[in-house]
């Protein structure tokens, strides 16, 4: 009734552990997506990471539309290839996403390194690492954010670069990903991002 642990009760590891699934997720969805204790806790610091998470979890989300997209559109599933109801709904997600990811994530790391220099409690127990991971994770976004204004703001050129991986460059052998230094400052960051953050802190 109030929140207490079943090992208040007498006897406890004589009983039958009673799990629910159901009731795990909906407490975890929210701590997970929307930082909930954060926002309970430390409401300042909510305003800038959840942005920052915002942007990260909706990257991971534009790479996963960006392989369906390439997939669909090289014809592997039944029904797939060329243009289709499918893939413009899939390049739609993947613009809407894509640029909501880059704004909230860049506002966001930026918004976490002027917190963490700026606010005395969080300057005190920061590490060198902390302060690398940001700047990092903000190199990607800017560069992301920069190559998306200039040359590539649907996202089109980053699905081309997506069906290169796929067919090792075959599928458009005109282009190349590299062309702009922001371009290819994305794909070497992307690149060493997603080796990098599940072998640090990061992976949390």
């Not at 552990?17 to 610091?45: C, D, F």
């Not at 559109?73 to 640029?99: M, S």
């Not at 990092?136 to 069906?163: K, N």
């Amino acid at each position: 009734v109030y929140g207490g642990s079943y090992m208040e009760k007498t006897d406890w590891w004589r009983s039958p552990v009673q799990t629910s699934p159901l009731s795990e997720a909906k407490y975890m969805a929210p701590e997970i997506l929307l930082l909930r204790g954060l926002w309970k806790a430390n409401r300042p610091l909510w305003w800038v990471s959840f942005p920052f998470h915002l942007g990260l979890y909706l990257m991971l989300g534009v790479f996963v539309l960006l392989m369906i997209s390439a997939v669909w559109t090289l014809g592997l599933p039944p029904g797939g290839g060329g243009d289709g109801l499918i893939r413009n709904v899939v390049a739609g997600a993947v613009a809407v996403c894509g640029w909501i990811g880059l704004i909230a994530g860049g506002i966001g790391s930026l918004g976490l390194l002027l917190k963490r220099l700026s606010d005395r409690d969080l300057r005190l127990y920061a590490t060198p690492l902390d302060y690398f991971n940001i700047i990092f994770i903000m190199a990607f976004f800017v560069c992301a954010a920069l190559t998306a204004v200039f040359t590539d703001p649907l996202f089109h050129g980053a699905r081309l670069y997506f069906m290169g991986l796929l067919t090792a460059g075959g599928a458009d052998p005109s282009y190349r990903p590299g062309q702009s230094f922001f371009g290819a400052a994305t794909i070497v960051l992307g690149s060493l991002l997603a080796a990098y953050i599940p072998l640090s802190p990061l992976s949390h």
